[in-house]
């Protein structure tokens, strides 16, 4: 089935360091994916989005890359501020129009 | 910036009530969807439309249903609630255009506790 898997549960980074936080996708049909960060007691927010068409895309202080080769996506956060901590999840639209999230990764910052 | 509402934000509530969890968003989008979140856990697609008249069942069998009857609106009623609902249930939407897929843009979920 589809399925989208994060690497690492939690994840802590100084602050002012970048962080990079990885998710490894199954469906290689998957042609578009979508980054959200997670606070405590709210709903997902969304970051930043990619097609499968691209391998790079820029925002202000996020990256998000895409390797299809090896299904494998990918968030940096540069410069890392407190307010970046919550829960990043990763998402895939699969062939079947539904939005397959992850797991989901807890970003800490520690001062 | 998304505009999509859930009420009741917080809901603690005894086994066998009957129970509306409200969704609206202001942004005229044709899809709307529900999902059961766990806290710290990924979400499950429960339910979804692409629009008035529409609706889908998602990927996580549920006891629920929903209704579509307003492009703004898209409530989930569970009949009789029982322990095992308790959980997060967040409601999106996203529009529907010819050029592609567009992100979902989430409420703030309404927590349920089914006692």
């Known amino acids: 089935g589809e399925s989208v898997g994060l690497h690492l549960p939690t994840l802590s980074v100084q602050e002012g360091d970048n962080s990079i936080i990885n998710c490894a996708y199954s469906?290689?049909?998957?042609?578009?994916f979508i980054w959200y960060k997670q606070e405590s007691g709210k709903g997902p927010q969304f970051i930043i989005d990619i097609r499968s068409n691209m391998d790079k895309r820029q925002g202000q202080r996020v990256t998000v890359l895409l390797n299809k080769t090896v299904k494998h996506l990918s968030l940096q956060i540069a410069a890392t501020q407190p307010g970046d901590s919550a829960v990043y999840f990763c998402?895939?639209?699969?062939?079947?129009?539904?939005?397959?999230f992850g797991q989901g990764t807890r970003l800490t910052i520690n001062p | 910036e998304a505009d999509i509402y859930q009420t009741p934000r917080y809901l603690v509530i005894g086994t066998g009530k009957k129970i509306t969890l409200e969704c609206s968003q202001t942004m005229g989008h044709d899809k709307m969807y529900w999902y059961q979140q766990d806290p710290g856990m990924e979400l499950h697609l429960i339910h979804y439309?692409?629009?008035?008249?529409?609706?889908e069942k998602g990927d996580l069998s549920s006891e629920s249903t929903v209704s579509r009857i307003r492009t703004e609106h898209f409530p989930l009623t569970l009949e009789s609630a029982r322990p095992s609902h308790t959980s997060q249930y967040l409601c999106a939407s996203s529009e529907w255009r010819g050029l592609g897929n567009q992100p979902q843009h989430f409420g703030d979920g309404t927590r349920l506790s089914i006692l």
């Open positions: 469906n290689s049909a998957s042609d578009y």
């Open positions: 439309s692409y629009g008035v008249n529409s609706t």
């Open positions: 998402a895939e639209n699969s062939p079947s129009e539904k939005l397959v």
